[in-house]
C-alpha cells in the first residue's frame, strides 16, 4: 500500500487548494486526517481476514458520507452540521470528504497496491494500471481500461485478486491471514519512490508557505478562535 | 519525460494552493505557460546534444529568476513587475517559479535519466530514485543517496544518482526518440507522446483536473459575523 505519509502529503495539498477561507491549522489537520483515515483497515485486518485496502478502500462509504452531507446541507432545513459549526464547518467537511477519496483511497487504486472498491459486495481488488500515449505510428493508445481483462473483478479494470487470493502486506500486519507474531519482519515505508519523495517536499514546502504568510499577516478577523469558541464535542 | 500533461496536473493543484487571492482563469493559464517552456529545450536536441533536460531544467536558472524576482519586488524602490501587473502578477510569478521547481523539475528529477540539476555550472544528470523506510530488521533505511566505503582504500564515495554529462545521455523525447538511431532509416520514425505511462501520473492529471472543477463549484464562504 501506499505509504501513509504520501496520502498525508496529498491531503494536504488539497486541503490547501480547496479549503479557501477556512484554511487554518485546524481544518488542516482534520483533511490531513481524513486523507490517511482509510488506511486504519489495515489494523482492522489483524481481525477480519483480508480488510487491508479493502474495508476502507471502497466506494460505498465515500457514497455515504457524499449522500449524508448532501442531505445535511442541502436538502432540509435545518442544517445540524451548519448550525453547529457554520459556513466553515461544512466546507472543512466537504474538503475532508473530498480527500478521504481522492487523496486515501485514490492512490493505492492508481497503481500502487490495489483497492477492493466494491468490497463487501463484491470482493476483488482493482489497480488502474497501464498508459496512455500518442503515436504517429498508432494513434492514441489506451491500456488503462480493459474491457476484457482477466480476474476476478466486474469492473473493467486490472484486478490482482480478492481478499482470498491477494494480500497486502502493511507494517501493522506483514504477513497473510488474521493476527500476527512479534518478531515479524515490518517495515514502515515513509516514501517509496522519488515521485513520492516529490509529493511530500511539495506539500511540506506549500504548507509551511501558506502559514509563514498567515503568520505574517497577522490575525484577520474572524480567524480560528471564532469557530472553537462554538465548542467542540 | 513524465508528459506535459502530468507535470501540469501536478502544477494545477500546487497553484490552487498557492494563488490565495490571485486565483483566476489567467493565472491558471500563466502557470500552465510556464509548465510548457521549458519543454522547448527538446527543440534545441537537433542542434546541441544533451540540450532535453539540461537547458529548460535546471536549478540555476529558478534560483536565478527568484533571485531577480525578490530585488525587483522587495529591494527596488518601484517595482516593474508590481507597476505592469500589480499584486497579482508578483503573486502569479512566485507561484509559477514554485510550480516550474516542483511540479516540472523535480517531478522530472525522479524519471529516467533525470535532470542536468546545476547546468551550466556544473555538467551532470541526477536521478532522484530511492526508498525511505523503516524496518524491524535493518532499522531506517534510505537508498536515495547512498554512501559507500571502499573496503581497500578506505575512500568514502557518494552516489547521489549521477546518471552522466550532456556528453553522454540523451533523454528519448518526441522530437529526438530513441528508437530513432535503431529502425531503419527508410522507415517512417515512431514519435510517441506520452499522456500517461503509469497509474499514478494519471492519478496526478486526474487530481489536478478535479481540483480546478472543485473550485468553480464552490462559493466564497460568507464573512464571518
Known sequence: ?233 | MPSTVVHAGFALLLAAGLLADAYDRKALAVVLLIVVIPEVDTLLGPVMPGAHRTVGHNVVLPVALGALLFYDTRLRDRSAVRDRFDDWGVRVAWVGLFAHVFAHLFLDWAHLEGINMFWPIHDEFFRLEGELFLSTTEGFTQTFVEIAADPESGERSVDAGGTGTTESVHVSNPVEPDAAADTDPDEPVDRRFPIAQRGWRLYLVLVGVFVVVARRFQRDLPPEE
Not at chain 1, 206 to 228: C, K, S
Open chain 1, 1 to 233: 500500500m501506499a505509504p501513509t505519509l504520501v496520502n498525508a502529503a496529498l491531503g494536504a495539498l488539497l486541503a490547501a487548494a480547496l479549503l479557501g477561507a477556512a484554511f487554518d491549522r485546524r481544518s488542516v489537520a482534520i483533511v490531513v486526517g481524513a486523507a490517511i483515515a482509510p488506511d486504519l483497515d489495515a489494523v482492522v485486518s489483524l481481525v477480519v481476514p483480508g480488510a487491508t485496502n479493502a474495508l476502507f478502500h471502497n466506494v460505498w462509504i465515500p457514497l455515504g458520507l457524499v449522500t449524508l452531507l448532501y442531505w445535511d446541507v442541502s436538502v432540509r432545513e435545518r442544517s445540524w452540521l451548519r448550525e453547529r459549526h457554520g459556513a466553515y464547518g461544512v466546507r472543512v467537511a466537504w474538503v475532508a470528504l473530498a480527500a478521504f477519496a481522492v487523496a486515501g483511497i485514490a492512490p493505492e487504486l492508481f497503481g500502487l497496491a490495489g483497492a477492493n472498491l466494491l468490497y463487501p459486495v463484491h470482493d476483488a481488488y482493482y489497480l488502474v494500471r497501464g498508459r496512455l500515449l500518442f503515436s504517429t505510428q498508432e494513434g492514441i493508445v489506451q491500456t488503462f481500461v480493459a474491457f476484457d481483462s482477466e480476474g476476478p473483478g466486474i469492473l473493467p479494470l486490472y484486478s490482482p485478486g480478492t481478499t482470498e487470493s491477494y494480500f497486502v502486506p502493511t507494517w501493522v500486519n506483514p504477513e497473510p491471514g488474521v493476527g500476527t507474531t512479534l518478531d515479524a519482519e515490518r517495515e514502515l515505508y515513509l516514501v517509496r519512490s522519488g515521485w513520492q519523495a516529490v509529493v511530500v517536499a511539495s506539500a511540506i514546502c506549500l504548507l509551511a508557505v501558506r502559514f509563514i504568510e498567515d503568520a505574517f499577516r497577522g490575525p484577520r478577523e474572524g480567524t480560528a478562535d471564532d469557530h472553537t469558541a462554538g465548542g467542540e464535542p
